[in-house]
């Protein structure tokens, strides 16, 4: 059964930073590539990065291209997004999604909520 | 970006009555490779998104055999035989073609 677990989310204030996880089980994590997206308060769904098999390849939304980060670790089954110069339009629950098959995730985790008020 | 526009937005229907939403997209979802990466996605009060259908008409394992999804180019459709209660909740289009990969604003369905 394909399990994603995201943690790390919580209350920052405008400026700062905070790094999610997302721990992946159930399937061969090392052979797809993964996602983020994210669902504002109320919202509709935003794609947020994509990240490859070897962390080599990256995309980014334009709203957080050179602020967030994705990155992952394949001997822990580990996806990250490092949130940096978080602003209060980042509040938002955030997904991670994969494994990616045919350009879409086949699953998505339970979400993280970052909430960035001063 | 590729404008992922869906409707109704709001969609009230009776139990066991059929039920229809569109998407159209700004651009063509032919991807080079020739495939048209269009998906729909359920999300029901509560819960993450789940896949229901990829591709245009590939419907997922979980998913059941009343939806039903079919268009090209730039016109797509996500039908629902008879709706049930546990239908309740808002779709969305996704395209994952042309990055970044976008939504559609979804689409809440509602029992009358």
């Known amino acids: 059964e394909v399990q994603l677990v995201e943690s790390g989310g919580g209350l920052v204030q405008p400026g700062e930073s905070l790094r999610l996880s997302c721990a992946a089980s159930g399937f061969f994590f090392r052979n797809y590539w993964m996602s983020w997206v994210r669902q504002a308060p109320g919202k509709g769904l935003e794609w947020v990065a994509n990240?490859?098999?070897?962390?080599?390849?990256?995309y980014y939304v334009d709203s957080v291209e050179g602020r967030f980060t994705i990155s992952r670790d394949n001997a822990k089954n580990s996806l990250y997004l490092q949130l940096t110069s978080l602003r209060v339009e980042d509040t938002a629950v955030y997904y991670c999604?994969?494994?990616?098959?045919?350009?879409?995730?086949?699953?998505w985790g339970q979400g993280t909520l970052v909430t960035v008020s001063s | 970006d590729v404008v992922m526009t869906q409707s109704p937005l709001s969609l009230p229907v009776t139990l066991g009555q059929p039920a229809s939403i569109s998407c159209r997209s700004s651009q063509s979802l032919v991807h080079s490779d020739g495939n048209t990466y269009l998906n729909w996605f359920q999300q029901r009060p509560g819960q993450s998104p789940r896949r229901l259908i990829y591709k245009i008409s590939n419907r997922d394992s979980g998913a059941p055999n009343r939806f039903s999804g079919s268009g090209s180019g730039t016109e797509f459709t996500l039908k629902i035989s008879g709706v049930e209660a546990e239908d309740v909740g808002v779709y969305y289009c996704m395209q994952g073609t042309r990055w970044p990969w976008t939504f559609g604003q979804g689409t809440k369905v509602e029992i009358k």
């Open positions: 990240i490859n098999q070897a962390g080599s390849a990256t």
């Open positions: 999604a994969g494994p990616l098959n045919d350009h879409v995730p086949d699953y």
